[in-house]
């Protein structure tokens, strides 16, 4: 079965300092993973994109990993900012036909000051 | 350019009414889906429409039902409303099949009393 699973459900942190949000995943055929941030009572926003050659991608203060073999991702924190503080999820694509997107239930991160 | 607009934004319907929610997808793109979320429960795949057919559905009842016209445009109905229902109704559109980045609206924030 197709699965997303993220840790930890939540998460606070002091402004500052870094964190890592983690996704382990049993999406098959795996097509791309992307991590997208959620502001409270907002739409989702893609911050990246990892397909299955790359092991690192850095978008600001935001670096993704994937492991392939291991079928993990994460995503890592760095300086956090109190306008850190939102939902992330993961996002599995899955390489059939339609390109079925498998959700996590998302990290909730608090940044506090 | 504009982004996905759904509307309205807020809504209290009753229990027993019906509503319908209005989706209108990112110019040139062909493929809108929907989400339910809810507090803990992260986003839940309603169904995904494109070129005006519906490809994909999860698993939710009857009572949930949407259509797709033929300038992309979506809509979305619930019948019979629960108090269960109350929640966070999110769109999102892509480009084309396949195309692996859902660009998702401000949602509509849904309360049943």
């Known amino acids: 079965k197709n699965q997303v699973e993220q840790s930890p459900q939540s998460l606070i942190i002091l402004e500052g300092k870094n964190c890592t949000l983690q996704?382990?995943?049993?999406?098959?055929?795996?097509?791309?993973l992307r991590w997208y941030k959620q502001d409270t009572g907002r739409g989702p926003v893609s911050l990246t994109i990892?397909?299955?050659?790359?092991n690192t991608k850095s978008n600001g203060r935001y670096t993704a990993t994937l492991d392939a073999d291991t079928k993990q991702s994460s995503l890592h924190i760095t300086a956090s900012q109190l306008s850190d503080s939102a939902s992330y999820i993961c996002?599995?694509?899955?390489?059939?036909?339609?390109?079925?997107?498998?959700f996590g239930t998302g990290t909730r991160l608090l940044v506090s000051p | 350019k504009a982004g996905v607009t759904q509307t309205p934004r807020y809504l209290i319907k009753t229990r027993g009414q019906q509503v319908t929610l209005s989706c209108s997808p990112i110019?040139?793109?062909?493929?809108v889906s929907w989400y339910q979320q809810t507090p803990g429960q992260g986003l839940q795949f309603l169904f995904e429409?494109?070129?005006?057919?519906?490809?994909n559905k999860g698993n939710f009842p009857g009572r949930f039902s949407g259509r797709q016209f033929s300038n992309s445009r979506s809509e979305m109905n619930v019948s019979t409303l629960e108090l269960g229902d109350s929640a966070l109704y999110l769109c999102?559109?892509?480009?084309?099949?396949?195309?692996?980045?859902?660009?998702f609206g401000q949602g509509t924030r849904l309360t049943v009393v």
């Open positions: 999102a559109s892509r480009l084309l099949q396949g195309g692996t980045e859902a660009f």
């Open positions: 996704c382990n995943y049993t999406v098959s055929p795996f097509s791309n």
């Open positions: 990892m397909t299955f050659s790359e």
């Open positions: 996002v599995v694509s899955a390489n059939t036909g339609f390109q079925k997107l498998v």
């Open positions: 110019s040139g793109h062909r493929s």
């Open positions: 429409y494109f070129s005006e057919t519906q490809r």
